[in-house]
């Protein structure tokens, strides 16, 4: 019962602090994401075994120029190229490679082009029309939040047929459906609150977050897997660290950016 309240109490309150800061400002929003990626980034290099400091400032300049500056779009298109490629491999590396390539020389790429970047375009999110929407990104996360409780909660008490059990043997295809499922209910929820977009556009967007955000969660289990550890950190009581929190965002960000980008440019 005292783990459970724990449990609760640190997710309320994490819950809390990102809904503030969404919508608060721009700068309270870029503030607090830039030191939850330095924490995230230090999680990541503890999992997989990477001891430098030089990343940090790369997520620092990363942060300063592609989310505060903004200062070249095409540039953003070519970060963004670079790292949907990347997390591509990781989910091929997911399904047909024992262990994914990551504890020799690939560290640096992936550490910038998924973690660092991840962080970049989720900061980009709101900006994807040019002007900061706070209701966007609030939108994205409580469908992230959506997809993995139902997750959870249909997995825990109807699930039978494993997704990837060789990977995490606790989700199943019925835990995936039922969250594709609730989350597709919350974006008509939340189509009918915002005039931002149709219903159509807010379901496919719910579609991306799903199943990019589980493939997130899948290649995070396998990075923990493969060092040999249950949690990326013990910062959050009752829910590991943040990485553990954040692994769907981090890894559906650049794909929830494009799909708005091109939403925007075809309306």
């Given at each position: 019962?005292?783990?459970?309240?724990v449990?609760?109490?640190?997710?309320?309150?994490y819950?809390?602090?990102?809904?503030?800061?969404?919508n608060s400002?721009?700068?309270?929003?870029?503030?607090?994401?830039?030191?939850i990626?330095?924490?995230?980034?230090?999680?990541?290099?503890?999992?997989?075994?990477?001891?430098?400091?030089?990343?940090?400032?790369?997520?620092i300049?990363?942060?300063?120029m592609?989310?505060y500056?903004?200062?070249?779009?095409?540039?953003?298109?070519l970060?963004?190229i670079?790292?949907?490629?990347?997390?591509?491999?990781?989910?091929?590396?997911?399904?047909?490679v024992?262990?994914?390539?990551?504890f020799?020389?690939?560290?640096?790429?992936?550490?910038?082009?998924?973690l660092?970047?991840g962080?970049?375009f989720?900061?980009?999110?709101?900006?994807?029309?040019g002007?900061?929407?706070?209701?966007?990104?609030?939108?994205?996360?409580?469908?992230?939040?959506?997809?993995?409780?139902?997750?959870?909660?249909?997995?825990?008490?109807?699930g039978?047929?494993?997704?990837?059990?060789?990977?995490?043997?606790?989700?199943?295809?019925?835990?995936?459906?039922?969250?594709?499922?609730a989350?597709?209910?919350?974006?008509?929820?939340?189509?009918?609150?915002?005039?931002?977009?149709?219903?159509?556009?807010w379901?496919?967007?719910?579609?991306?977050?799903s199943?990019?955000?589980?493939?997130?969660?899948?290649?995070?289990?396998?990075?923990?897997?493969?060092?040999?550890?249950?949690?990326?950190?013990?910062?959050?009581?009752g829910?590991?660290?943040?990485?553990?929190?954040?692994?769907?965002?981090?890894?559906?960000?650049?794909?929830?950016?494009i799909?708005?980008?091109?939403?925007?440019?075809?309306?």
């Amino acid at each position: 019962m005292k783990e459970l309240l724990v449990r609760g109490l640190s997710g309320v309150l994490y819950v809390s602090i990102l809904i503030f800061s969404m919508n608060s400002s721009e700068i309270a929003f870029q503030m607090l994401f830039l030191i939850i990626g330095l924490i995230c980034l230090f999680e990541f290099n503890q999992l997989i075994h990477l001891k430098t400091f030089i990343l940090f400032p790369i997520l620092i300049g990363f942060f300063i120029m592609f989310s505060y500056l903004k200062f070249d779009f095409y540039a953003t298109k070519l970060l963004l190229i670079l790292t949907g490629f990347v997390n591509l491999f990781l989910f091929k590396d997911l399904l047909w490679v024992s262990k994914i390539p990551m504890f020799g020389q690939k560290k640096y790429v992936v550490s910038i082009l998924y973690l660092i970047s991840g962080f970049v375009f989720i900061a980009l999110i709101p900006f994807y029309s040019g002007e900061f929407s706070s209701n966007i990104i609030v939108s994205v996360f409580v469908l992230i939040w959506t997809n993995d409780t139902f997750a959870y909660l249909v997995g825990k008490n109807f699930g039978k047929r494993k997704l990837l059990e060789r990977v995490s043997p606790k989700k199943t295809m019925e835990g995936f459906f039922g969250g594709l499922i609730a989350a597709s209910a919350a974006s008509f929820i939340i189509f009918k609150y915002l005039s931002i977009f149709d219903p159509l556009i807010w379901l496919g967007l719910a579609f991306i977050t799903s199943v990019f955000g589980t493939i997130g969660d899948l290649v995070q289990s396998k990075f923990k897997r493969q060092a040999g550890v249950k949690d990326s950190g013990a910062l959050m009581p009752g829910h590991g660290g943040l990485y553990d929190r954040l692994d769907s965002i981090i890894y559906a960000s650049p794909f929830i950016y494009i799909y708005l980008l091109v939403i925007d440019y075809v309306s």
